[in-house]
């Protein structure tokens, strides 16, 4: 619950009933961020909002951006404006309000507008001031605007909260051979000497945190595909990526319009297409109308490239173009309720792969893609509900997680199934045309969709939506004779509760040459299962057969003794159900499932469960076994590993294995294989690896060699793309034999400039963290959660989970968990939700404590 200064308690009264409009000259306390009761306040009073703002980019990285800007809008009722500008004061330069000039009254990161300057009705606001380059991304050659979540008030003077959505005029000043995108269309451009200005046409209605435009070196690419007119920035110089990429691209982009278009019914719903691939972007993409950014190797693949990733780029492609429709024609009101468009986004991207994989395979990827995620938070201690509480939008990124992207697709599916598709398409076809242009919180929704469905989605809604955690499933089974006489289900929160998430999912009793499927729908604390009676016993029962129940499973030992499933789907849940079982303490050893899975690794011949496996074995090798237990096992893993590799026909498979082997040696005959393979550039048979793997291979062998340097500056003398290039400068010093170097490279994280590439920073981190330097490295874990705070005021919104995964999730020893506990029993008033991202991120440390062997 948010606390509030008694100071204030009346003004938050006031604002909390809604009642502010009656009260004359009632004002807002001025706070850092943006607080529920600013936004609240100025949703009801300001309306009309047009932007039109100018930035001149100069060529220089260092020199400042000189910008202009205009803010019309409606007051509705006369009084006091803030608006907000996270800079210093220095960054202003000239204030008119009205066309006058009046004196700066800046503080707490807002410029306030006293209200003997403004009038009831329509207003401007003239600004020039000096941009903030944090959320501009600049670089060398290029920069990109991203402002998710209340990053735009870091660059320029707005007000920054998703239900004020504007029109934005923008103009740009860059150098003659830059290119440009924005949210809209260019208008025109003027050469003046060594640069040229573009002028773009009046944006859609937009929230701030959509507005985005990007600038720079990039090569500019435009087709028409069924008349729809697509653009597409981007810098990557690989000649194969981009012959095997780009139509790809464009085809992806319009195969997902199409679908969209059609489940919706409602056209495309802003003025153009664009999209921007971005070297180390931030996230995978981030939707913003006419200028999508996309994480550029996430779009351009090589020949060595797994179905895996083939598919997983058409579903990034698609998770971003369901925004248009899923977060950007209909916003959240508050970010609170950001998970609706990340949830919508995932839900209707799946919807796509679905149709263009078939539902096996859309199946299989949906169970690997959202459960693992979604129980590696709702299993732990930090555990968050989907939606939740937030009093500023300065906290808003930490919101962000596996929760809402993977916990959340799961609960849409069940009430999909709990409606039936027709009924949940029709309300959500009303939605999307109700608030159009508008904003619209979770409630909003349920009502709607409470019109289309006799089920109690309150209830319902309680327990998935508003409540954290999973529940756990157990069975009691009795038998008459040879025949089964009762078999119950029950299920309870992991911490004992007793709650129910009403679910649907199946069982599978299996006997020696036939098998049953019994359909449950478990509604409440016990189900009983009344197909079964009178069945035969089964030689071992699968629980949730079909991966779509949620929660931790019973597992049968019979089953994991004699895995002979022939399903895939099948097989995927057994291999999660079976690691989840480990962590919860139950049925295995780490030591045992290590066995168990690398057995797979030969005979299992669906790419998408063997990359699962391999996944599971090596998280296990290095977070769940001592040192010394991995020196006994390396070799018999490392000669597995590589027979699989042999033995499997598929070249995708090859390479999963390949890479498996790549991540787990540490013996010397695998780390001379492995040195021959990159230095000769000689891959083995069957194996296609391109220029990044061979610079993955190169930073895997620096880390396990003592001739890191030599390897390092080969590999830098072979890489020829400039951008490329620099990341692997970035990670030299981390990997360094030097222990003093790696110091100095840890210590520089502490100022935010040394950690502006978020993506080049995790990957560090995971170096200079691996369990084979945690000797000398474990000392910077103290200082790592000191900088935590500082990480989410200034770094984006996945930063802080990404920061202490990368630090973390190899930690075994207790000496690394009494680091954690200290930090948190030293800071009991610490920021509830970064204290919730320390509990997720460290519960295999956690675990460990009790399963390592």
């Excluded at 009303?430 to 242009?437: G, V």
């Excluded at 540490?666 to 296609?688: C, D, H, M, N, T």
Aim: proline share 4%; net charge positive.
């Amino acid at each position: 619950m948010m606390k509030i200064n008694p100071k204030y308690f009346f003004t938050f009264l006031i604002l909390s009933q809604a009642a502010f409009a009656q009260q004359k000259n009632q004002t807002v306390p001025v706070q850092p961020g943006v607080s529920l009761a600013l936004a609240t306040h100025r949703s009801a009073t300001i309306s009309n909002i047009q932007y039109q703002v100018h930035f001149s980019i100069p060529d220089e990285l260092n020199t400042p951006i000189q910008s202009t800007e205009n803010i019309d809008f409606k007051l509705n009722k006369a009084g006091e404006v803030q608006i907000d500008f996270k800079q210093d004061a220095s960054h202003l330069k000239g204030l008119k309000v009205n066309g006058k000039a009046v004196a700066l009254n800046f503080k707490n990161e807002h410029i306030v507008i006293s209200a003997a300057n403004l009038k009831t009705g329509n207003n401007r606001i003239a600004i020039d001031f000096i941009a903030g380059n944090e959320s501009l991304n600049r670089n060398k050659d290029f920069l990109y605007a991203l402002f998710v979540p209340d990053h735009a008030r870091t660059v320029f003077p707005c007000f920054d909260q998703p239900d004020l959505k504007a029109n934005f005029l923008l103009s740009l000043t860059v150098p003659t051979d830059w290119k440009v995108m924005a949210n809209a269309s260019k208008k025109d451009s003027v050469l003046n000497g060594n640069a040229i200005t573009y002028h773009f046409n009046n944006s859609d209605k937009l929230p701030t945190y959509l507005f985005s435009f990007t600038a720079g070196k990039y090569t500019y690419l435009s087709r028409k595909v069924k008349n729809r007119n697509m653009e597409f920035l981007h810098r990557e110089t690989d000649s194969a990526k981009i012959k095997l990429s780009v139509d790809s691209v464009f085809i992806g982009h319009s195969d997902a319009l199409d679908f969209l278009e059609d489940w919706t019914a409602i056209k495309y719903p802003f003025q153009k297409i664009g999209f921007a691939a971005i070297p180390d972007f931030q996230f995978g993409g981030m939707e913003h109308p006419g200028e999508v950014q996309y994480k550029s190797s996430a779009l351009f693949l090589d020949q060595g490239a797994t179905k895996d990733q083939f598919i997983s780029r058409s579903n990034l492609i698609s998770h971003e173009t369901a925004h248009m429709w899923f977060g950007d024609l209909v916003t959240m009101k508050w970010f609170n309720d950001v998970w609706m468009k990340e949830v919508f986004a995932n839900f209707m991207a799946d919807k796509v792969t679905e149709k263009l994989m078939g539902k096996s395979t859309f199946d299989l990827k949906f169970l690997q893609d959202h459960y693992p995620a979604a129980y590696g938070v709702d299993r732990t201690l930090g555990a968050n509900p989907i939606r939740q509480q937030l009093d500023n939008l300065q906290e808003a990124g930490s919101m962000y997680g596996n929760i809402i992207y993977h916990k959340a697709p799961v609960m849409m599916r069940q009430l999909e199934q709990l409606m039936g598709k027709t009924a949940f398409q029709q309300g959500i076809r009303e939605y999307l045309k109700r608030y159009a242009y508008k904003n619209a919180t979770w409630n909003d929704l349920i009502v709607i969709l409470s019109k289309y469905t006799k089920s109690d989605l309150y209830s319902w809604n309680k327990v998935w939506v508003n409540q954290p955690g999973r529940p756990i499933f157990n069975y009691e089974i009795k038998y008459d004779g040879d025949k089964i006489s009762s078999l119950i289900l029950t299920q309870k929160s992991e911490n004992g509760a007793p709650r129910v998430w009403p679910q649907a999912f199946t069982l599978k009793l299996v006997y020696a040459n036939s098998s049953k499927i019994l359909n449950i729908n478990a509604v409440n604390a016990s189900t009983v299962i009344s197909e079964a009676k009178g069945l035969e016993k089964p030689s071992y029962i699968l629980f949730n057969a079909d991966g779509a129940g949620y929660g931790l499973f019973p597992i049968d030992m019979v089953m994991m003794e004699h895995l002979a499933i022939s399903n895939p789907l099948e097989r995927a849940s057994a291999y999660i159900n079976a690691y989840e079982n480990m962590l919860a303490g139950n049925s295995f050893k780490p030591k045992q499932l290590l066995n168990f899975y690398m057995k797979g690794l030969a005979t299992e011949k669906n790419e998408m469960n063997l990359r699962l496996i391999a996944g599971y074995l090596t998280n296990i090798y290095w977070t769940f076994l001592k040192p010394e237990t991995r020196m006994e096992l390396h070799k018999d893993l490392e000669n597995a590993i590589w027979t699989a590799m042999q033995q499997q026909e598929q070249q995708n498979h090859k390479k999963i294995l390949f890479n498996a082997y790549q991540n787990v040696y540490i013996g010397g005959e695998a780390g001379e294989r492995l040195y021959q393979i990159w230095f000769k550039q000689s891959a083995p048979e069957g194996v296609k690896l391109q220029e990044d793997d061979y610079s993955s291979l190169a930073l895997t062998l620096a880390l396990k060699t003592d001739t890191a340097n030599n390897i390092l500056k080969t590999q830098l003398s072979r890489t020829s793309n400039a951008d490329r290039k620099n990341r692997l400068m970035y990670l030299m010093p981390a990997l360094s034999l030097n222990v003093a170097e790696r110091d100095q490279f840890a210590e520089s994280l502490k100022m935010r400039k040394n950690r502006q590439k978020e993506a080049w920073t995790t990957t560090a981190l995971a170096y200079l963290h691996h369990p084979l330097r945690q000797q000398t490295s474990i000392k910077y874990l103290k200082q790592s959660l000191e900088l935590l705070e500082e990480i989410q005021q200034t770094g984006d919104i996945f930063f802080p989970q990404s920061w202490l995964a990368a630090i973390f999730s190899s930690y075994n020893s207790n000496e690394a968990y009494q680091v954690v506990q200290d930090f948190l029993k030293s800071h009991p008033n610490y920021n509830a939700k970064l204290k919730d991202k320390i509990l997720q991120t460290t519960d295999n440390l956690r675990r460990a404590q009790q399963i390592v062997n």
